[in-house]
């Protein structure tokens, strides 16, 4: 598919000195496409160095300036701004490798919808070892566990469970069903060239559901000219890690990226003396190979393969972990889990305007020229797996293809409208329960968006799909953005919208199966749908070093039609306490506020503050409109970065405050609980601290750094821990960290072509 974006940044020179001054008047310019072509798009510095450029038919900037060498970059749809440093153009000058300077996080300006960026700098602050540890200087998402025993993680956005939240890979769905619980553990970070947060419902384009925003990640490329990259990763708890990647050209129209990661957690460590290990035993393999294939004619062919496997061991101390199926003893309680998976994916964009007829065209600023898009995805996933004494064997395959047409008509007006398809069929089997959980779901949908498109003052999107849906019927999805900018300085944006979530009930909810209850699950569970409403006011302030300092502010709101509620408090004092699973009957809503800022007060020194506060409330049965259990209320993070010149040195720390989350009735009568809970049941705040040193060689960055460096960790995240197999065993009320400190260090290699 190809989409509209402009691009900033900054020409400097190098002086005799080794100063850096800005460069007037540089060319820059789109590299040609193909050899012996034209660039589409050329323009000329400020007297400040800056520059403003559309996009163009290549993914290489060029940078030229009379007296310098000239300076490419490969410049990637995440990126909004980029800086060149030229060099004097000495006959005996020695080859050096300028790259662009990324700001870590950032809000982007150019979205049409409020989105934050997390770079390939701001992927480096940190270990970042998956994508579940890539949101610490992030207040807009919240990364927790499902459960204190299996190592699954949960994100939170705008208050609400992650499902919520529509994962895209590439702008294809991913992370649905049976991956969903351990998803985030299986993208490493490295692999990474940034992620992108949008919150609310977003694109009718990716389908109905996102219903609290989507996180789209972006790998790196086939075009990157680095033939080798190797991360290597290791922890004071032995955890190990290895990362490559390799792009490479093999011609002027082909090029490959091969992915590969490796990582164990191998050694067993109960740090609170309640018998069960505080992380899980894994090992992990991956690998995977993209191809990107250019036509003369701009056509663009991407295709490419993945495969996945891991394992992951956890319970008590000392348990003898055999595969699912085998016979084991129960006299304590442990959980096996192996993950096994592939996918594969083709995406074919081909413009329907002549490239010649393309080169000499005077494009205004969001225009797309005529062009069509097919995408198809096929996934296939296996789990086998126990906790305790269930069996949990699960398989699925999922299809989804798209085909999209855009195009712009005229100056001021975009139309978008396609074709979708999401076929999944899933067999799950839970061993002691008479609950047919097998379904084979079919989604067949069309959907259109139009865009107007006022020069670069206003952008309204309207956007509508139809779906049908084999088990829920015909859905109508309606979403709304709207973006004015007052100035350059001061942009404004709204929206709106509806999406809808098919409930996979144990996928979704894996850690109850990390209790001793029962299940009971109502019949006639219906499709999950709310409407997400969105203001965000985006400023420039007038401070800075070389450049404005940053200030966004939110306010979101989602409301549920229907909702399904997984229950643990309602009548939790039986016998035989359950975990309830049943429609929502009354109301369910969250109200989410967040103000991010960002500023450079001196050269080298960045700051990033960002505060969210969450009022989130559901109807649970026996209790009514109450705080939505283990939310946190709200959540605050400053990260500092300093970095000395030509960033030799790099250090990093970041500092989050964690505010309280209503702990669930049934928790609060345990008296180690009850004891670190406030007296309405919270609970407490806590801080997290992070620190990163990085020392930069010639293309090798070695890193130490340490994670939750005041050792604080939720005291009795296991209930029951002495009686496992009991109906009081429950290992979900999770509110807070369940490691201690880590200490780590780690190496970057880069070689470029």
């Not at 850096?20 to 012996?36: I, L, R, S």
């Not at 870590?104 to 970042?128: F, H, P, Q, R, W």
């Not at 996933?381 to 005229?410: C, E, I, K, P, T």
Request: proline content about 4%; hydrophobic content about 40%.
């Amino acid at each position: 598919m190809v989409a509209a974006q402009s691009y900033k940044g900054r020409v400097m020179i190098l002086e005799e000195n080794g100063d850096p001054v800005p460069a007037a008047a540089a060319a820059v310019y789109w590299a040609p496409a193909v050899p012996g072509g034209t660039s589409t798009t050329l323009v000329y510095t400020d007297s400040d160095g800056t520059f403003s450029i559309g996009k163009g038919s290549s993914r290489a900037l060029v940078a030229s300036y009379m007296g310098y060498k000239n300076d490419t970059l490969q410049v990637s749809s995440a990126v909004e701004e980029v800086e060149f440093l030229l060099y004097a153009d000495a006959a005996n000058l020695t080859a050096v490798t300028v790259t662009g300077r990324q700001q870590s996080n950032y809000i982007s300006k150019l979205s049409d919808i409020k989105t934050e960026v997390i770079t390939a700098a701001g992927l480096c602050k940190m270990a970042c070892c998956n994508l579940a540890e890539s949101f610490e200087n992030s207040a807009s998402v919240t990364v927790g566990y499902s459960d204190a025993v299996t190592g699954a993680r949960q994100i939170r956005l705008l208050g609400l469970s992650g499902s919520y939240t529509q994962m895209l890979d590439e702008n294809r769905p991913a992370m649905r069903g049976i991956l969903a619980p351990f998803g985030l553990n299986y993208v490493p970070g490295q692999w990474l060239e940034s992620i992108q947060i949008a919150k609310g419902t977003g694109s009718v384009v990716n389908g109905y559901e996102a219903v609290t925003g989507q996180i789209n990640m972006e790998y790196r490329k086939p075009t990157a000219e680095v033939p080798l990259f190797v991360n290597l990763f290791l922890s004071q708890t032995l955890r190990t890690e290895a990362n490559i990647a390799s792009s490479l050209q093999l011609n002027d129209r082909l090029s490959t990226v091969v992915l590969a990661h490796a990582s164990a957690d191998p050694m067993e460590h109960d740090m609170n003396g309640d018998g069960f290990l505080d992380e899980p035993l894994t090992k992990q393999f991956n690998l995977a190979n993209r191809w990107l294939y250019m036509a003369p004619n701009g056509t663009q062919l991407r295709f490419g393969y993945r495969g996945l496997y891991e394992d992951r061991r956890s319970g008590q101390k000392g348990f003898n972990w055999v595969k699912s199926g085998e016979e084991r003893n129960n006299e304590m309680w442990g959980s096996r889990i192996m993950n096994k998976g592939v996918n594969g994916y083709i995406k074919l964009g081909v413009p329907l305007m002549n490239q010649l007829e393309h080169n000499h065209l005077e494009e205004p600023e969001g225009h797309v020229d005529p062009n069509i898009a097919f995408v198809l995805d096929y996934t296939l996933h296996g789990q086998q797996s126990y906790f305790g004494l269930r069996d949990y064997n699960a398989s699925q395959q999922n299809v989804f293809a798209n085909a999209v047409f855009m195009s712009s008509l005229g100056r001021l007006h975009k139309i978008t409208f396609g074709l979708a398809a999401q076929l999944d069929w899933h067999n799950e089997e839970l061993k002691l329960s008479d609950y047919d959980l097998n379904r084979n779901e079919f989604v067949y949908g069309v959907y259109g968006e139009y865009t107007f498109h006022l020069q670069d003052k206003f952008v309204l999107i309207a956007g509508a799909r139809t779906d049908y849906n084999t088990l829920y019927g015909w859905l109508f999805t309606p979403k709304f953005n709207l973006k004015y900018n007052f100035s350059d300085a001061l942009i404004f944006r709204a929206s709106a919208g509806k999406g809808y979530r098919s409930p996979n009930l144990l996928a979704d909810n894996i850690g109850v199966l990390s209790t001793g209850r029962r299940f009971d699950i109502e019949n006639d569970l219906d499709i999950e749908s709310a409407w997400t409403y969105g203001l965000n006011l985006t400023l420039d302030l007038p401070f800075g070093y070389n450049g404005p300092s940053s200030l966004s502010l939110d306010y979101f709101r989602t409301d549920f039609n229907n909702q399904i509620i997984v229950d643990q408090e309602y009548l939790w004092k039986a016998e035989l306490p359950a975990v309830y699973f049943y429609n929502l009957d009354g109301r369910s809503f969250t109200n989410t506020y967040q103000a991010d800022f960002t500023t450079t007060p001196f050269k080298g020194f960045t700051l990033l503050a960002t505060f969210r506060y969450n009022d989130s409330k559901v109807t649970l049965r026996g209790q009514g409109l109450v705080d939505r259990p283990l939310t946190s209320k709200y959540k605050g993070v400053l990260n500092l970065q300093y970095a000395t010149n030509m960033n030799i040195w790099t250090f990093d720390f970041t500092a989050q405050i964690n505010g309280p989350a209503r702990i669930p009735a049934f928790a609060l009568e345990y008296p180690q609980v009850d004891a670190v809970a406030s007296e309405d049941g919270y609970s407490p705040v806590y801080p997290m601290f992070f620190a990163q040193i990085t020392r930069r060689f010639k293309g090798v960055d070695v890193y130490v750094g340490g994670e939750n460096l005041l050792n604080y960790r939720q005291p009795y995240p296991v209930l029951s821990a002495e009686d496992p197999f009991s109906p009081s065993f429950n290992a979900t009320a999770v509110w807070g960290p369940l490691m201690g400190i880590k200490v780590y260090a780690g190496m970057r290699l880069t070689i470029w072509k």
